[in-house]
């Protein structure tokens, strides 16, 4: 009787598992908010951007232009003249020879412009005329300023300055026109069916055509300045009657707290406006797509532009919004729900699949099904590693390929790709180094991360696969379901600019499922995310 009962006693290692299944959530935990407590002080403080509107404004003319044109002339030249692309061009206006310099960057004004209208307008000027010249300038942007130093910044922010004689003040022309790249299809987010324009690296562009997308004067564009070292022109874009005051408000908060050098991209302000950055789930979603970003503001989200990249931020974002793509809504509701839910699967796939084939092989092979189980031995009779070094050489061998597809020219990138992968799973089965199962398991897990339709997520989810296989090569099945558990508490906590990012999931809102892992027909969806709070509720 005491034997029979001794023999379901579970052995020492079930309860050492058991105990490390305890105790490693509560460590992880310590460490998490050891980490948070430590980085209080965020990258984010007080005194980076400002606004646009307001920069001229509050301009101290410490050093102020002058009626002495060759004094102020000489301030010129011994600043910003010394640049080798600025060019100081010196005329004279009409019968009387006053004398005038038109001041700016070489290449960032059109010669067009500047050669056969302005200056043809300038020498043909009366130069007694009282200084509404201003007025008769064939340009749409102009205006004056008195302080020597914000024209001087102007000119090396790509103006056309104006300096003429005898007047105590200067005429900045022409915001910066200098050559742009081409509208053209959006790179990272091909379509099948949707618009063929995405995104460029001008701002001015990319204002307008959010602007195209529709007639609406509910559209807003308020502008600022980022950056100390080098400014940059930062855009938020909002639609007045729908978005919510408070999300508007904490938007603005954050974007006058950025402190930086410069911003060279949309990813710097990114990072310095998200929730947790120790997260390792993007809370803000960058898209290349005007469609996607008029979609967004339509639910009462938020727009980031930045002048010198094509891609957009989106906030405040969810995680169903990046397993969501623009043609889930251009397709009827019934392929668009599948192809929805096909891509809620392969996200699973490319997180867990490796990780199972690990607990099962190593811990759990009773699970298996005893044909399948079998073959599986058989095909891995001659293999010399453990699961988890065989699947970590194949996983690390397709990353590698993958990084080396983008990096490489585009003619041989794709088929450097593809040809690489073949070879390299080949000669690995041909050498015994892996079992032919392994590279099924790891061609599905490779071919399900590209499904992801934000390739910014698709990284997040390469990277917990390596986490999720430490965990089963660990614990087994135990670690699996542990990781897996840890992942939903993490995301049931984490925000996006005070929006839970589990929404409608968590916390539960029916509503709005009519839009997560199913898409309703378009008449159903009669009101916008109950997340949102936003002003008008009511779609049309």
Not at 20 to 48: E, M, N, Q, R, T
Request: proline content about 6%; overall charge neutral.
């Amino acid at each position: 009787m005491l034997s029979s009962i001794k023999s379901h006693i579970p052995g020492w290692s079930v309860f050492f598992q058991a105990l490390i299944a305890l105790v490693v959530p509560i460590l992880l935990y310590w460490l998490y908010k050891s980490l948070v407590s430590l980085a209080d002080d965020k990258l984010v403080s007080s005194g980076g951007a400002t606004s646009l509107n307001s920069s001229s404004d509050n301009a101290t003319p410490s050093d102020p232009i002058t009626a002495n044109y060759d004094a102020n002339m000489d301030n010129i030249r011994s600043t910003v003249g010394v640049n080798s692309d600025v060019v100081i061009r010196e005329l004279t206006m009409g019968n009387a020879k006053v004398r005038a310099a038109l001041i700016f960057v070489k290449g960032m004004q059109e010669d067009q412009v500047l050669k056969l209208g302005i200056m043809q307008m300038l020498q043909d000027t009366e130069a007694n005329l009282p200084l509404p010249i201003i007025n008769r300038l064939p340009t749409s942007s102009a205006h004056a300023t008195s302080s020597m130093e914000e024209l001087k910044k102007a000119i090396l922010f790509g103006y056309l300055a104006l300096i003429i004689d005898g007047h105590n003040e200067g005429l900045l022309i022409n915001p910066p026109s200098g050559p742009a790249r081409d509208i053209t299809e959006p790179v990272s987010e091909s379509l099948l069916r949707g618009s063929r324009i995405g995104f460029t690296e001008d701002i001015n562009v990319n204002t307008a055509m959010l602007r195209k997308q529709g007639v609406t004067e509910n559209l807003q564009i308020r502008s600022y300045t980022v950056g100390h070292t080098i400014q940059k022109e930062l855009a938020i874009v909002y639609l007045d009657q729908i978005v919510n005051p408070d999300l508007l408000k904490e938007v603005n908060d954050r974007i006058e707290k950025v402190k930086l050098d410069f911003a060279a991209e949309s990813g710097y302000i990114e990072q310095l406006i998200e929730d947790n950055y120790l997260s390792p789930f993007q809370q803000i979603q960058n898209t290349e797509r005007p469609d996607r970003v008029i979609a967004a503001l339509l639910e009462g989200r938020i727009a980031i532009l930045l002048d010198g990249t094509p891609f957009a931020l989106i906030v405040p974002v969810t995680f169903s919004m990046l397993l969501q793509s623009p043609e889930d809504y251009f397709e009827r509701w019934l392929p668009g729900s599948l192809l929805r839910m096909l891509r809620f699967l392969a996200a699973f796939i490319a997180v867990m699949a490796p990780s199972l084939y690990i607990s099962f092989i190593s811990f759990h092979p009773g699970l298996i099904p005893t044909e399948l189980a079998l073959t599986i031995i058989e095909t891995r009779q001659n293999v010399p590693f453990p699961a988890l070094i065989e699947v970590m050489i194949l996983e690390i061998s397709i990353e590698l390929l993958r990084e080396a597809g983008i990096r490489l020219p585009k003619p041989i990138g794709p088929a450097m790709g593809i040809v690489g992968g073949l070879v390299i799973g080949e000669a690995a089965v041909q050498a015994g180094i892996v079992s032919p199962f392994l590279v099924i398991v790891v061609a599905v897990t490779a071919i399900s991360s590209f499904s992801i339709p934000v390739y910014s997520a698709g990284i997040t989810l390469r990277l917990l696969r390596f986490v999720a296989m430490l965990f089963a090569s660990i614990l087994g099945m135990f670690g699996t379901i542990l990781f897996f558990l840890l992942i939903c508490s993490h995301l049931s906590k984490l925000k996006s600019f005070g929006v839970p990012y589990l929404t409608p999931l968590s916390p539960y809102r029916w509503s709005d499922w009519k839009d997560f892992f199913l898409r309703v027909p378009i008449f159903l969806m009669k009101r916008r995310p109950k997340l949102m709070k936003t002003i008008q509720n009511k779609r049309r």
